[in-house]
């Protein structure tokens, strides 16, 4: 009887370290992401968000000036840098609490695979190259290690400081202008909207990354136009 009660008060104990030591870890990891903040990887315009696209969208895309220098978030070590069919250029960075970063749709690759980088390092350039419409930089984060169904994939946002850093940039494209959004109505057309705030088609689909000229009513997409 006192082996099964030794045995029983055991068991307890074991349960209870393990689920305490659960909660501990829980609190730490927390508390890292938490304590996370990035400066963006790129000055530009946001234009799409992470889980958009029926969820499909992994991460959050950045229109800037082609040719503009992309910058390493945090150090780390380039895990990947080649060319995809739907990534275009893009290098895969990870860091030391075990995150990955991803820089996608670049003109020009910076950065070797196995390259150590500290953070503000330029691992490329602003492109629209791969799956892109428009020059931006698409960027995801993972908890852990990418993988092809993205399972660790995070929003970005909730690691980069306050977006207005992002979007209030003093770039030749985008200098003195503001973001104004429009609802698709009845006969909407790309052209027409082009016409009408006197941009272009290929600028309309950048900035707001679509695949393709279908618009539907009652879409909302992003212009920019000249401060007055």
Not at 139 to 161: C, G, Q, R, S
Request: charged residues 25%; without cysteine; proline residues 2%.
């Amino acid at each position: 009887m006192k082996k099964v009660l030794m045995l029983f008060l055991g068991t307890l104990f074991v349960l209870s370290y393990m689920a305490n030591s659960d909660i501990v870890s829980a609190k730490s990891s927390t508390k890292v992401k938490e304590e996370i903040k990035w400066d963006w990887p790129v000055e530009g315009m946001l234009t799409d968000h992470f889980g958009t696209r029926e969820g499909s969208h992994f991460g959050v895309d950045i229109a800037a000036e082609k040719g503009k220098e992309i910058r390493v978030v945090e150090k780390g070590t380039i895990t990947k840098s080649y060319y995809s069919d739907s990534y275009g250029n893009v290098i895969f960075v990870k860091h030391p609490n075990g995150m990955e970063t991803l820089y996608a749709h670049m003109s020009e690759r910076l950065a070797e695979e196995g390259e150590k980088v500290d953070k503000g390092s330029i691992i490329g350039l602003i492109g629209n190259t791969g799956k892109s419409r428009g020059d931006h930089l698409h960027f995801e984060v993972h908890m852990d290690e990418w993988n092809i169904n993205k399972t660790n994939a995070v929003d970005p946002l909730a690691y980069l400081t306050d977006q207005q850093k992002a979007v209030n940039v003093n770039t030749p494209h985008i200098e003195n202008k503001e973001k104004v959004a429009i609802t698709i109505a009845q006969g909407d057309t790309l052209w027409s909207i082009s016409q009408k705030y006197d941009v272009s088609v290929d600028e309309l689909i950048g900035w707001n990354d679509l695949d393709s000229n279908l618009i539907i009513v009652g879409q909302t997409l992003y212009v920019l136009k000249q401060k007055i």
